[in-house]
């Protein structure tokens, strides 16, 4: 009995793992081998990757845990069951959430057709919550958004952990897509920003993510990893 539910614990936490590692595999190796090209020589329906800065439209959300501004993020939070040689860690809440934002290079500009975009964010800050350890007012309400409670039937602290990535303003990325020139005007855009390029699905889809091994290998400071953080 007792090997069965280790073996099936068991079995889901690595499940888990080959989703998380197997979408970053696929997000990082298109993105890789895609050609790059810079937004201002990309022509209406070619196909390749760009390289830039997030430059959020409008207001910028706050990530739930470590409250930094950003123009996306995902959190996954996994919980505790069982207890003792039982115990194993469920993810309950895979959130991911954003507000339209522009790519800049230079003085030009892309913008990503998000519904179909497959992306992969750099996890970089980590949060726990223990038995003895209150959870803050706002980790409540967050935690409540998805029906999901902090203590057990006995009210005592159920075990979480989280990771949270982001894209913030000024963060360098990189994207894949099939491209059209558009009017911002016809995206809801301030006239200002001129023609954008759109960045749309092709035949295999719309690609992005920041981590540093699909950016453009230059010396710049700008193109660094950012440093982890932890809460």
């Known amino acids: 009995m007792l090997f069965g539910f280790v073996f099936i614990a068991a079995t889901v936490i690595i499940i888990a793992i080959w989703i998380i590692f197997s979408k970053r595999k696929t997000v990082s190796r298109k993105l890789q081998k895609a050609p790059l090209k810079k937004i201002k020589n990309f022509r209406t329906g070619q196909t390749a ?7 959020p439209v409008g207001d910028v959300l706050k ?3 470590s409250e930094r501004p950003c123009a996306e993020f995902h959190v996954v939070m996994e919980q505790q ?6 115990a194993y860690w469920k993810a309950v809440i895979d959130d991911q959430q954003n507000i339209p934002f522009l790519i800049q290079e230079g003085d030009h500009y892309a913008i990503i057709e998000q519904k179909e975009v497959q992306s992969y964010i750099v996890t970089d800050a980590h949060y726990a919550h223990g038995l ?4 803050s007012d706002t980790l409540m309400k967050y935690l409540a ?3 999901v409670k902090a203590h057990d039937l006995f009210g005592a602290n159920t075990p979480f952990r989280f990771r949270e990535g982001i894209l913030e303003p000024g963060e360098i990325i990189a994207a894949y897509g099939k491209g059209k020139w558009v009017e911002a005007t016809d995206l809801g855009i301030p006239e200002s920003y001129g ?6 699905a092709g035949e ?3 690609f992005l993510s920041d981590d540093p091994e699909t950016l453009k290998k230059t010396k710049s400071k700008d193109y660094q990893k950012r440093k982890k953080v932890s809460y």
């Open 81 to 86: 069951k069982g207890s003792g040689r039982e």
């Open 63 to 65: 990530a739930p845990f």
């Open 145 to 147: 958004e998805f029906g």
């Open 195 to 200: 023609r954008i390029l759109l960045l749309r």
């Open 132 to 135: 003895l350890k209150r959870p």
């Open 49 to 55: 990757r760009i390289v830039g800065k997030v430059v």
């Open 204 to 206: 295999e889809g719309v």
